[in-house]
């Protein structure tokens, strides 16, 4: 692999998240009819930016394992959703109380608490309906195709899964009661990162691979990749949030320590926590190397993402 | 069909919601792990009593339209946990906030708002899991079978449509604008009515009726006849908070009033409305008294829910 510029790959990371911030824009709803303001809230929770950092692994490991088509798009634009409608609820004054989010004010504070509550619900609800379309592409000339029922059917378990209690759900809760708690030990520090962070990027590479066609063990490997990628970019972020600068951070610093909140860095230390990084980043790099397809730009995708400060 | 007394009825259907209870407990995820929480959450509010109206509606659609077998359980569970996400929402202060429900506290009084919240986002990302736990039934001996997915895929998705924003959610938004606004008029109430109350009750019956293998027209059938059984029983619940009684009711009568809530008896008085409900609830008989299968019990069913004092 030629060695690339950082800002070389910033620059096909953005065009990139342009594109498929069109393809989730295309699955969002009409603002129209009696229900039109949850799904204003929607698009304005949706449509706030961000890097799309999942939809992205997931339509580059589709093509990574071969895959060819459309079938991934409804899949991508639920994803995004499921992600937006994470960050809707947790902002809520009963969470985390978050006023502003990317310089913009959260969707509770511009269309009220219980209108935030049901856009979340929306999100979540139209989700599934989005990923569902993706059956509607399982006949071919009018003639059903089992094979492809079956992999709609495991995408749709998988995203729903690593969503849920077992996932993403599961994460928060620990989470919250993790905050409620004096001390926290590492493996509930790691049960958190692997279910709050790691559980919807493992679905983003897995529901790519399912959706293409692989093996049953291509996908298992993705698994693992993705966990990686997740645990290792949330390890930096603590980090960063010792060693960053605000300015280039574009959020305050310090403030797990202001929180006495208990990272990875504070309970293993920064020469253990770097370590870390720099090895669950290595063996994700060496899983999507040993891929049939060409793995270049996920590659420099990883090492983007946990090489990074900021 | 011989007429039946109004008591025997109640026995069966208490019978039913009892058997209905154990298929729910069955598919509700064990209560243990870092996420035990928000487990012990759902659990409270799922297992809170309750008709299990939905389910049974489903069940016996099912059984109508000569479904056998236990492809439809799943998705009985999952109706009720979509039901009863609705109402930990619907109970928290940013909603209605509500501190009783059917005489035991609200989820949020018991395990706190944050909780509330997730254990509702829980319980809706959980019925997608369960609902989708179906796919497994679609094959006999190994072969995969293209009707069976095809039947599950259908199902799911007129599941997640009801719920979502062109179903109970829209009816929802659209619920909250209407109390923030001066004046209804009938056909944002009539819309608030179908969505709100109508739409999951549409869904169980389709959804009874699509793994059975019904039809097309039969199921767009069932979608009218649930149609008008929601609306009449909507329509009902507006009629007794001003005949009722509280101590028959269970509940405070004339809240409507107080609140200056419009409803269809306030629209068009209490003569037409409750001609309405009679020409509604025959129509839904009617329907059922068309189809092949024996309806004898959604018969009784449909005229005990709307013919009530309580």
Redesign the interface.
Known sequence: MEAVNRSDIEKQINQKAREIEQIITKYL?KEE???K???EA?HYSVLAGGKRLRPMLMQETYRMCGGRGSVVEPFMAAMEMIHT?SLV?DD????DNDEYRRGRKTT?IVY???????A???L???A??TA?KA?DS?KVDDI???ER??A??QA??VL??K????GM??G???D??AENSEAVNEE?LL??HK?KTAALIEASMMVGAILAGASEETVKQMEKCAGNIGIAFQIQDDILDITGDTQTLGKAVGSDEKNHKQTYVTLRGMEQAAKEVEALSKEAVSILKNCTGDSTFLENLTEYLIDRNK
């Open positions: 709803p009819g009696y229900q303001t949850v799904i929607m409608y609820h809520l004054p009963a969470m509770h009220g608490e219980g209108m935030a509550v049901l979340g619900d929306a979540l609800n139209y599934f309906e569902m059956f399982c059903p195709l089992t029922y079956m709609v059917a749709l378990s729903a899964k969503a849920g209690i077992y759900i599961g928060q809760t620990a919250i009661e509930q049960f958190i279910h």
